[in-house]
């Protein structure tokens, strides 16, 4: 017979904050996370496809989602954004909804748009509008419409307006508490939310906290924004627990972590003086994104994409429009652009710890649409830019907005039974081990 669980999940929260930090300022977070372990989270450490393998145990190979945006095949420059239609593996919930038992889902990456389930769910930060059908059932979305005045998915957090980030943040979390509070009366055997303002935070508001970040003025005015930001969710997390059974058993986890960002890396512009990459003008104004510019595709290599990774294309005959490396000679190109890649030092000549992969040394099963190289600079820290225009490689903002965070490899999990018949066993776990645990607590292992 299994227990009743409810998966608390705080996107990008890190060890560093959760267990240590803040640790004296959150003391519900505290009281759930005692016997905490890290999370090694997935390549790449990002929100899709990382709750997508954490739900489903499935590596992203497995998936075949390597990032929120895929290039289309026999394109260069279309792409699509994933979504939950293209999770084909079934999750911790729609296991436990085949055993019978029902199921809570709200805001849990991608679930937009929402699938049937034995229970209930609302829908993630990828969801378009309130106009969007983003439950399931499809009358509760009348049902909050009336009691909360709508829902709230996410915030704008690449911006300069700081105030407003800060109040839309504090806002957004209120009310996804106000909804959760409200469904935890309603039946559930698994109640699994993810809230997203705790990235959200990190990345507008880190350079403000951080004492080793470029960004950082000793005493700014939103040097206590990202603690009283947790203190927040502590204060409504210990307002949820008051409404669940004694008996619940609670894991409390994160799909990555987070660290300060240094800068930008200008893949393209890099690509461009290596001579992997050749456009048919110059002078092109700073932050122009690679669909606006006229690319020589007769005598380009490879390209990139920007992100917390740069995803590496070649430009291959057969498989691209104006493929120019003979498919005899990819292997060649691509162990080349792998060894070159990982020599990029930093502005001041440092040494960077460069990790370029293949998808093949990842992945033991390769879906969807990869990259032909995962390229992360100097072990997260520098973000990938892919825009062009900046005369530098080396951008001390991203090249899309302010933001003063990246992720990391580690997140949090831990597992609070107050019956004590569950315990973290081990100091790290992986992220696809994470959905047996679940099913082991819910008593719905496959036999």
Known sequence: MGRKLMIIGLDAAPPALLYNELSNEILNLSKLTQKGARLLSTNPPITIPAWAVMSTGKTPGELGIYGFRHRRKGTYNDYYIVNS??????????????????????????????????????SCFITPSVDSEYTYPKKLKEEIKKMFNGYIFDVTYRSDKRDKVKNDLWIMTKKHFKVIKYLINKPWDLFFFVEIGIDRVQHAFWGFMDKEHHKYVPGNKYENVIKDYYKLVDVLIGELLKEIPKDTVIITVSDHG?????????????????????????????GTELNQVKVDWSKTIAWGWGGY???????????????????????HYRDELKEELSK??????????????KPEELYPVIKGDPPDLIAYFDNLYWRSAGTLGWRTMYLRENDRGPDDAVHDWYGVFSIYDPESSFEVKKDTYKIEEVSSVIEEILGIESS
Not at 265 to 282: A, P, T
Not at 344 to 357: S, T, V
């Open 344 to 357: 990029i030092k930093g502005p001041n000549g440092e040494r960077w710890d460069n990790k370029i992969f």
């Open 309 to 331: 990774y740069a995803r590496i294309f070649l430009n291959v005959k057969g498989r691209d429009p104006k493929g120019v490396i003979d498919p005899k000679d990819y292997e």
């Open 258 to 286: 987070a660290k300060r960002m240094k800068g930008a890396f200008v893949v393209n512009q890099w690509m461009i003086e290596k001579g992997y990459l050749k456009l048919l003008k110059e002078n092109i104004p700073k």
């Open 85 to 122: 239609k293209f999770i084909r593996e079934p999750t911790v919930w729609d296991k436990a909804g085949n055993k019978g038992l029902k199921s809570i889902v709200v805001g849990v990456p991608p679930s937009y748009p929402p699938k049937p389930l034995n229970g209930i769910m609302i």
